[in-house]
């Protein structure tokens, strides 16, 4: 274990929030086209149409991918869902955007290294 240095990078995934009856409705529809003894057995969604029925709160998106700008985070992206923002970063930004000491970890045995 060693700190981090501003050569690490850090991988964080962002899940956006959803109303309660936005979920509701997602897994009533889950359900529905998973039961065969539904009419609507094996309709099942495309992203595009998940993403347009049951995204997250209004400006979710914005307001995170807005505060990553802000923090100078420039590789990050939105999945074809809505729903979640996968982003990239130096491991110094991570720690003053989280308020916590990041530490690299190796797995001696295959020299596989984790920034946590």
Known sequence: MRPTTAED???VTFHLRHDESTLAALEQTFWAVSQPDSPSYGKHLTQQQIAERFG???GAATT???WLREAAVETFSVAATGDMIDATMPAPVAERLFETEIHSFRHAP???TLNR
Do not use: E, L, R
Request: aromatic content about 0%.
């Open 9 to 11: 990078s850090v991988s």
């Open 56 to 58: 997250p709160i209004d």
């Open 64 to 66: 995170v991918s807005d």
């Open 110 to 112: 295959t020299g596989h």
